[in-house]
């Protein structure tokens, strides 16, 4: 039987990978081989590789180049827009897709009628390519829902008991890299903002001026709160596109208060009594876990309205009213009988943005689209590719019996390493293997082998891996504190790779390629 290959690129581990997990576990079973890695070696190396579906995560400037080559290289391209799973208003959706993808894509996944109604009037020629499929992330989140918290944010809870989340979001006044023209650029260079465009410099400045006027509110509420109930924790997440230093250095006067650098969101959504955000999509993902949450707008802002939390969460304009409100779900509980109706109310106004009642998963409605345009693979043995499997139930529990079987490769997100059988693990500042698997070699210089190291950019490998290829670890930043770092995307995610047999080739090491994907995660909305 010819070979059908699914090739499934990554941007951010931490946001992707899980979803895409499920996405795979569909495609195999309609007789797909599965290859998951990073987007810039695929950009590198689609000629290498045998025709097959490539899965994109966004439509932007640089997404269009990467189908572009794709596509240069025999392949089929579809996308599934991850920049716009929290965002309703055309304004801030369609600037996300770049005038090319309209005949560069074979496949737009969207997730909500909504979404889909926006895209057609946009691209008129690609009426018939725009499907409607949900999105993957609302079946990690069912999963999650049923599983609970786990990792630091369990930990935390256990510690702590009842807390209050807060989740930041001012990327854009509170940029990683201290500087606000630096994020400014970094819109313009994956095509966001247009300088000489007057109203996408009026849209920058609003942005600007709604996140300063909600991290004022948001301050308020923690002063608030741990001025009035001492006793209860609060938990701040600064977005990962932040400075975090700040909100150590400002928060570091309220013992009750404790700043959280962990990507695992849903855990520490699952693990609190209530969340409080101000148009972040956490709040979308915090409604759909069940999660009491207030969205803080100070003032009426047209771009919080550019957001779907708004129409799912509980909207105030001042910290004080946030505190009461919290308040009173922490002393003054809302019978279930009445939480329910309105959680009802207001999943049926989330439909027409985001699909989430359909009987069939998200994941598996992406599976049958993809099988629509499929072409037919020639039968090569993959180069750059290791042989593994997948196993799920590590991450959701026993009980779910999500199994992958072993044709799935993982390029490890990053560079592939030369032929090797066994599994390496290894510290990328030390050069020493952090662990090995049963059976596993440790290559004393990865980066001489013809394709150079790869690296774990999802930070701590499992020392359960048995066969596979993993080398090196990203750093993980801790700042002193216990739940500073870890959690299920550090350790859970790469505990799915339990098995594998393979033949890992050879490829090019380009490392501008990967500084692309840098720029573009910082610069989308948040």
């Not at 990554?10 to 797909?32: H, K, P």
């Amino acid at each position: 039987m010819t070979a059908r290959y699914l090739y499934i690129l990554i941007e951010e581990s931490f946001r992707e990978l899980r979803s895409r997990l499920l996405v795979t576990n569909a495609a195999l079973g309609l007789g797909y081989d599965v290859v998951l890695g990073q987007q810039w070696w695929f950009n590198v190396n689609f000629h290498r590789l045998p025709p097959g579906v490539v899965l994109l995560k966004g439509n932007n400037a640089i997404q269009a180049s990467v189908m572009s080559q794709a596509k240069a290289a025999g392949h089929r391209v579809a996308s599934i827009e991850e920049e716009i799973f929290g965002l309703q208003k055309s304004e801030v959706i369609l600037p996300i897709f770049d005038p090319r993808v309209e005949h560069l894509c074979d496949l737009f996944l969207m997730q909500g009628t909504r979404h889909a109604e926006m895209l057609r009037e946009h691209f008129p020629r690609a009426g018939d390519k725009i499907k409607v499929v949900g999105n993957p992330r609302t079946d990690v989140l069912r999963l999650s829902r049923e599983a609970g918290p786990s990792g630091v944010a369990a930990e935390f809870a256990r510690d702590k008991g009842r807390f209050v989340l807060i989740n930041s979001n001012f990327g854009a006044i509170n940029p990683y890299d201290y500087d606000a023209l630096a994020f400014f650029s970094r819109c313009v260079s994956v095509g966001i903002i247009d300088p000489q465009n007057a109203s996408d410099m009026e849209l920058f400045h609003t942005r600007c001026m709604w996140e300063r006027n909600n991290l004022r509110e948001i301050v308020n509420f923690i002063q608030t709160m741990a001025q009035r109930h001492p006793e209860i924790p609060i938990a701040v997440r600064p977005h990962p596109a932040e400075n975090h230093k700040i909100w150590r250095s400002e928060m570091s006067h309220y013992p009750s208060v404790h700043v959280i650098d962990d990507t695992d969101h849903v855990s520490w959504s699952l693990g609190s009594s209530c969340l409080v955000h101000s148009g972040s999509t956490t709040g979308l993902e915090a409604f759909l876990l069940g999660i009491p949450t207030i969205d803080i707008c100070a003032k009426d802002s047209a771009w919080h309205h550019r957001f779907i939390a708004p129409v799912v969460n509980t909207v105030v304009d001042r910290g004080i009213t946030a505190a009461e409100q919290v308040e009173d779900w922490f002393f003054r509980p809302v019978p279930v009988q009445e939480r329910s109706a309105e959680e009802e109310r207001r999943l049926e106004a989330l439909q027409e943005f985001l699909q989430t009642r359909s009987d069939i998963l998200a994941s598996t409605m992406i599976a049958n689209a993809l099988d629509e345009i499929k072409p037919v693979g020639d039968g090569s043995v993959l180069r750059g590719a290791h042989l593994v499997a997948l196993d799920a139930s590590a991450r959701h529990g026993s009980d779910s019996k999500l199994l992958f079987p072993k044709n799935v490769w993982i390029n490890s997100f990053g560079r592939m390493a030369g032929p090797t059988r066994g599994a390496t693990l290894r510290s990328r500042s030390s050069g020493r293997p952090s662990g090995t698997s049963r059976g596993a070699r440790t290559h004393r210089s990865p980066a001489r082998d013809p394709g150079g190291i790869h690296r774990d950019p999802l930070g701590q490998l499992p020392g359960s891996v048995q066969g596979a290829t993993l080398a090196g670890g990203a750093k993980r930043r801790s700042h002193g504190s216990r739940y500073a770092a870890g959690g299920r995307s550090g350790d859970d995610a790469l505990r799915y790779v339990h098995g594998a047999e393979g033949v890992i080739g050879t490829g090019p090491d380009h490392a501008s390629a990967g500084s692309c994907d840098r720029s573009e995660r910082r610069a989308g909305p948040h």
